[in-house]
């Protein structure tokens, strides 16, 4: 089955640590996305990419980082910069404006 | 740019009443508009999504939703809700015409809480 797939579901951070995200999809989509989900806030867009090598900041990017150097994933780290990292984290992907978005099951980070 | 605003936070109703989650949204363009929900702890779901065509739109789970392009809602209704519908229902919205700036335009709301009360 097509899809998108996120590991691990639950993630712990150390202070000072970096940790990353994995988000992997066989639906052969050319976009990606990294959500933020904070309880009645919704969804904050953190990064995209819309091709391959190519990635552009969202609304909160400040203390993450991507990379996209293969179609397939588009893996999220979440820096030491990243002050308040606890929450529940969305990857997504979509063929084109006039599609919805497909949504990966989530991770949620927690600091320890 | 766009914005979308989902009225009510938490919508509590009875099981096997109707419900309407109610959504407007803002945009200086013609948009697609999507209605997903989300479940404890899993990502989100798509319930229906509006391109063109009829302005009453079908969706899963018995779930339809009517666009009004003259007050920019579109809101979700079922006509009589179950305890599995309890969730998270997000209203979300993408311009026709992409320009190639920004952030491709995918705009969502805050999300309404349903409550189904036995």
């Known amino acids: 089955d097509g899809g998108i797939t996120q590991s691990p579901k639950y993630l712990f951070r150390k202070e000072g640590q970096n940790v990353t995200l994995s988000c992997e999809q066989n639906?052969?989509?050319?976009?990606m996305y990294w959500y933020r989900q904070d309880p009645g806030q919704g969804l904050r867009l953190i990064y995209y990419?819309?091709?391959?090598?190519?990635?552009q900041k969202g609304d909160i990017a400040e203390g993450y980082s991507v990379s996209r150097e293969k179609k397939e994933s588009f893996p999220l780290t979440v820096t030491s910069a990243q002050k308040n990292p606890t929450a529940f984290y969305l990857c997504?992907?979509?063929?084109?404006?006039?599609?919805?978005?497909?949504f990966g099951d989530g991770t949620r980070l927690s600091i320890l | 740019a766009q914005s979308v605003t989902q009225l009510d936070s938490q919508v509590p109703v009875f099981e096997e009443a109707p419900v309407e989650l109610r959504c407007n949204y803002s945009?200086?363009?013609?948009?697609?508009l999507f209605w997903y929900v989300q479940y404890p702890n899993q990502g989100l779901q798509l319930l229906l999504k509006?391109?063109?065509?009829?302005?009453l739109v079908k969706g899963i789970n018995g779930f339809e939703a009517e666009f009004n392009k003259s007050q920019t809602s579109f809101h979700l209704r079922k006509p009589s809700v179950h305890i599995s519908d309890t969730a998270e229902y997000f209203c979300?919205?993408?311009?026709?015409?992409?320009?190639?700036?920004?952030?491709?335009?995918?705009?969502f709301g805050k999300g309404t809480h349903l409550i189904i009360q036995p």
């Open positions: 997504a992907s979509r063929w084109g404006v006039d599609q919805p978005q497909h």
């Open positions: 639906l052969n989509h050319d976009a």
């Open positions: 990419s819309q091709i391959v090598n190519d990635f």
């Open positions: 945009s200086s363009v013609s948009v697609y």
């Open positions: 509006y391109l063109s065509g009829s302005t």
């Open positions: 979300a919205v993408s311009p026709l015409l992409y320009s190639g700036g920004g952030a491709d335009g995918l705009t």
